[in-house]
């Protein structure tokens, strides 16, 4: 077999090693959620590791160590923890724990290139540590980005239930921290937990104004923006707030009613950009499974990564066009 061509495939299975390791941890995780989850309403039992699964034996152990360094990750980096406060919305991590999975992974990309120059007979060098060092750091931020959105969307598609469990607690003479609490117990993550946080803060005694301020800030959406500023005019003011809740109640149906017939009417042309923007990559990856020597020349001067970066700003301006074209404001 041809040298190259077995490189070539070392290096997709290392690839594919890692995608399934990455994987495997997150459905672990997701387990250990749920886990957390039903605990309540299971038997007690001896937590003795020598009754669990190797692998979530290690787990188990890995997710200890994180949460272990969060002080040591505070003092260490307290600007970029603060610029993760925002992954932890509706999430049971903190900034701390994420920051710690950063530099693990980091770790882990460096291992994998200096195993896979090793088995390529060569020694790997000082840029591509660095290099491989900065991509591991920064690829669990996409899955970071893709989570933050699943969560907003979600409290997008909660918060209206959230307004009529309040609106019924106000007109059965519930007080505001009453709703509150009601709402906490009653919606499911992650709006639950913002509610919950929301009671706490309350119960510390910072006021409603504060506390509907940090929320609509935390979560950024119009909606929670619409609810904060209502409650802290009705606060200040006064007035009936069961009158100005209910006004609330039929402003967002008729806003979640109009955002979902016009999600219906530009479901195709979302697809057919989707599309647009998949084949480019679609094409190039197999024209390299064909002949994989075809995009040498691209890397044999400076000017094949000038025409390279050439090509990614206007694959970048090419997306970008696509998205605004087919997006629709409401």
Known sequence: MDKRLLIVLVQ??????????????????????????????????NKDDSNLALVDRIWYKYILFVKKQRKK??????????????YSVGSEYHAEDYITHKLVIS?????????GMAIQGKFVTIMQIIISMIIGFYVLDIYLIIARRVNKR?????????????NNA??????????????????????????????????????????????SKRVGIEEAEYLSSSLIILNRTGGNIVAVFD???????????????????????KLVTRILLVAPIF???IIYLLNPDYFDPFFASPLGYFLIMIILIMFIIYAYLLSKIVRVDY
């Open 12 to 45: 997709v299975v290392l690839i594919f090693t890692l995608i399934i390791i990455i994987t495997l941890f997150l459905r672990l995780n997701n387990a250990f959620k749920l886990e957390k989850r039903i605990a309540k309403y299971s038997v007690k039992y």
């Open 73 to 86: 990750i505070r003092k260490i980096f307290p600007t970029l923890t603060r610029m993760y406060d925002k």
């Open 107 to 115: 770790l882990i990309f460096v291992i994998l290139t200096i195993a």
């Open 154 to 166: 979600k409290i997008e598609n909660d918060i209206l239930r959230a307004i009529i469990i309040m």
């Open 170 to 215: 106000f007109k059965s003479g519930k007080s505001t921290i009453q709703a509150v609490e009601i709402a906490s117990k009653k919606l499911p993550k992650p709006i639950g937990l913002e509610f919950k946080k929301i009671y706490e803060e309350m119960n510390y005694g910072l006021s409603v104004d504060t506390v509907f301020d940090r929320f």
């Open 247 to 269: 006004s609330i109640e039929k402003t967002l149906f008729d806003k979640k009613k109009l955002k979902e017939e016009l999600k219906n009417s530009t479901t195709v042309s």
């Open 283 to 285: 094409f190039v990856l």
